[in-house]
Structures are given as structure tokens and as C-alpha cells.
């Protein structure tokens, strides 16, 4: 069963540092998102992704964060200069069609901030 | 402003018993209400959903209902197993978004 994949898993950073999140889509998936969750907390949406640009995205999303999709596969989360409470849990998903088909999520990667 | 509120927070049920998670959400015109199964340390994982134009769906164990009058949808597990036992969200899909906007969760416990 294809499932979206991301990379890394777990990764520490020191306050003010870029940090590069990846993700691969299903493959024939054509809206992909970044959602965020705070250790206990609920699932936060953070940006859309469709047609090679930015369809929407939320108050958390400020300049510090960023999305590309340099590839046919590849979607990537930047931060520029990391702040503690960003710290979280970072869940890639895509979705075939929009206009509430199932939101298929991958494992995440966990963002550590010191 | 968008928003989707999840009773009760936390949910301890017997082996075999029933489970009822309840969502209410703000935007009338929203058409979409999946729900998402999310064991320790994993992705959320879809279980259910339901849409604008339906009352009530089931699957198995696993059931929701929709009030649009009311503005609220629920979850409904029966015969809970031990398996059960993870945290459930709700989440809506606004009129106009592609985003879903997550309720805070429930932490069910099965008791076995």
C-alpha cells in the first residue's frame, strides 16, 4: 500500500539554526500539506500545497517557514533560524483529489529545539 | 473564526463497553468530519469519516453521526478492545478551505 514518507525522524537543533523537513507523497496525490503537533496537544494545519504553489496557509506559518517541491517527488518544510517552540511534531500528508477525500499522513518527524 | 471543539478530553471505558467521543464545529456550511485514530508516537490514522449529506455512517464496531442542525458530530465505539485504546480526534473541512481543523482530542482507555 503506497503511504508518504518523510525524513528525518528525529532531528536536534540549536535555536537560530535552519532545519530542512522531507517528505514524499503518494505518488499520484496532487495536495500536499504540513501539520504541526505539539507534544500532547492537537494536530495543527500549517500550510497547503497545490499546483507548485502555496494554496493556504495559517497564522503559524510566518516568514520563518517556508515549502518547495524542488522534484516530480520530494516536499520540504524549511525553517530558517528555529525558535524553541517550534519544537513539535511535523506530519506531511497529501491527498488525491481535494474537497474532502482522506488525508493520508505520514510518520512525522519529531523537531527538537535546544 | 474556524473552530472545532472535542468532548470529553479524556475517556476510561470497561472492556466491551461503549465509547462516545462528541465534536461540535462553528462553521454551518462545513462538509466534511473525518475522525483520526492516533496511537503513542504514530501518525494519525483514518477511521471514519462522514459527509455533509449524511446522517449517520457505519463501519463495524465504528460509527458517526452528524446533527447539522445542531452542529455537532460523534463517535461512537462499540464492544471497546483493549486495542482501542489510543487518542481520537475529530476534524472539520470549512466551506472554501482545503484544510482540516482538528478537534483537541480524546484519550480513550480500555479498561480490560
Known amino acids: 500500500e503506497p503511504e508518504v514518507t518523510q525524513t528525518p525522524s528525529h532531528q536536534v537543533t540549536q535555536m537560530g539554526q535552519e532545519v530542512i523537513l522531507r517528505c514524499v507523497p503518494i505518488s499520484n496525490h496532487l495536495y500536499f500539506y504540513w501539520y504541526r503537533q505539539i507534544l500532547g496537544q492537537k494536530v495543527e494545519f500549517l500550510v497547503s500545497f497545490y499546483n507548485n504553489e502555496i494554496s493556504e496557509k495559517s497564522e503559524i506559518f510566518d516568514d520563518q517557514f517556508s515549502v518547495e517541491r524542488p522534484d516530480g517527488s520530494n516536499f520540504t518544510l524549511k525553517i530558517r533560524s528555529t525558535k524553541l517552540e517550534d519544537s513539535a511534531m511535523y506530519f506531511c500528508?497529501?491527498?488525491?483529489?481535494?474537497?474532502?477525500?482522506?488525508?493520508?499522513f505520514g510518520e512525522g518527524s519529531r523537531l527538537t529545539v535546544l | 473564526g474556524e473552530n472545532v471543539e472535542q468532548h470529553p478530553s479524556t475517556l476510561s471505558v470497561q472492556e466491551g463497553d461503549s465509547a462516545v467521543i462528541k465534536c461540535t464545529y462553528s462553521d454551518s456550511a462545513s462538509n466534511y468530519f473525518p475522525w483520526y485514530k492516533q496511537e503513542l508516537g504514530k501518525r494519525p490514522q483514518l477511521i471514519i469519516d462522514i459527509r455533509s449529506n449524511v446522517g449517520e455512517k457505519k463501519d463495524q464496531r465504528i460509527a458517526v453521526t452528524l446533527n447539522k442542525t445542531a452542529k455537532h458530530f460523534s463517535l461512537h465505539i462499540t464492544e471497546t478492545q483493549p486495542e482501542d485504546s489510543a487518542v481520537y480526534f475529530c476534524?472539520?473541512?470549512?466551506?472554501?478551505?482545503?484544510?482540516?481543523?482538528f478537534g483537541t482530542g480524546t484519550r480513550l482507555t480500555i479498561i480490560p
Open positions: 500528508a497529501s491527498q488525491r483529489d481535494v474537497g474532502g477525500g482522506e488525508l493520508f
Open positions: 476534524a472539520a473541512k470549512f466551506e472554501g478551505n482545503e484544510k482540516l481543523t
